[in-house]
């Protein structure tokens, strides 16, 4: 599995709060959260405890929603009477992804060399620690010429089917693909001193 990403704070803000994470052992697990307002690091919390919950968890059990919806009420708990975040997470077993979105930070999939791009799950409007989160469940097939984009809300609000085609034409590495999607982003979103922004992509 590959997988890179890129973050970048709000123009004139002191702290990004967005965060991702990237999990490899025991299962490959990729997170990413993104903070309500001044959430002094709620989403860096968040995917520390989520880490631990995962790193707990027999990988097979992670192709199951429950098992996800569980952790997302752990979460949820652990984090009521604060802050709260967003969460969208996925395990890729096989040709198999399987998650949970929490929250408006998606996760996409591209198919058709770049000609479809539709989003895996359903946005919920009860996040992380409001002690009620709603969950959707993320689940669909990843095959050899397709990959995953997950993203907050201050990216995904900026980049479209075409603007994902110019990325790919002019990155020299798949790595290079979430920043250039940051960068366009802030050219054809919210505009520069919005909204921090996280992609991360991920190819089997």
């Known amino acids: ?42 989403a860096t919390r968040a995917l520390a405890f989520l880490t631990r919950m995962v790193r707990n968890t027999e990988p097979e059990m992670l192709k199951y929603y429950a098992t996800w919806e569980g952790i997302a009420k752990a979460l949820d708990s652990y984090l009521a009477g604060g802050r709260e975040t967003t969460l969208v ?77 110019k990325a790919k034409r002019e990155a020299q590495h798949f790595s290079d693909i979430p920043t250039l999607l940051l960068q366009q982003a802030l050219r054809l979103g919210r505009g520069q001193a919005a909204d921090d922004m996280t992609i991360v992509v991920v190819r089997r």
């Open 89 to 165: 997470a996925a395990t890729v077993i096989g040709e198999g992804v399987y998650g949970i979105q929490v929250g408006d930070s998606r996760c996409y999939i591209v198919k058709d060399a770049d000609q479809y791009l539709n989003s895996v799950g359903t946005d919920t409007k009860k996040r992380l620690g409001s002690g009620e989160c709603a969950c959707s469940p993320i689940h669909t097939r990843l095959k050899m010429d397709e990959y995953l984009i997950f993203a907050t809300d201050g990216a995904w609000t900026g980049f479209d089917r075409l603007s994902l085609q």
């Open 1 to 42: 599995m590959e997988a890179y990403g890129a973050t970048r704070k709000q123009t004139d803000s002191q702290s990004n709060e967005d965060a991702f994470t990237i999990i490899r052992d025991p299962a490959f697990i990729v997170a990413v959260a993104d903070g309500s307002g001044r959430a002094y690091g709620v």
